[in-house]
């Protein structure tokens, strides 16, 4: 069993930076992934970004490319996410997930474990 547990949320102006943070305990697997998705009041859940265990290639969406950058530390086991130039957009409830296999990074269906999410509000 994996647990995920994400942390560093919050209010921030537009044009602001926030570092969110997963902390995952139990057996991830060195072979698999971790990912950030986001759900926005009234929408379906969106991929934001992932990154692999093994060797560290990275996939982002088009909206948060350039602006967002995940990195994660294997022996700590921990995923970052650090968001820059924040928009009102970007507000959401935010959520670490991990995949056992490194494949089908944008699908949230191929995940197999979550987190319970971060609110990220993002103000004009």
């Known amino acids: 069993q994996v647990q995920l547990v994400e942390s560093g949320g919050g209010l921030v102006q537009a044009g602001g930076s926030l570092r969110l943070s997963c902390a995952a305990s139990?057996?991830?697997?060195?072979?698999?992934?971790m990912g950030w998705f986001r759900q926005a009041p009234g929408k379906e859940r969106e991929f934001v970004a992932a990154?692999?265990?093994?060797?560290?290639?990275?996939d982002y969406s088009d909206p948060v490319r350039g602006r967002f950058t995940i990195s994660r530390d294997n022996a700590k086991n921990t995923v970052d996410l650090q968001m820059n130039s924040l928009k009102p957009e970007d507000t959401a409830v935010y959520y670490c997930?991990?995949?056992?296999?490194?494949?089908?990074?944008?699908?949230?269906?191929?995940?197999?474990?979550w987190g319970q999410g971060t609110q990220v509000t993002v103000s004009s």
């Open positions: 139990g057996r991830t697997g060195s072979s698999g992934a």
């Open positions: 997930a991990a995949k056992l296999s490194p494949f089908a990074l944008r699908d949230e269906y191929r995940y197999d474990y």
């Open positions: 990154i692999r265990w093994s060797g560290g290639s990275v």
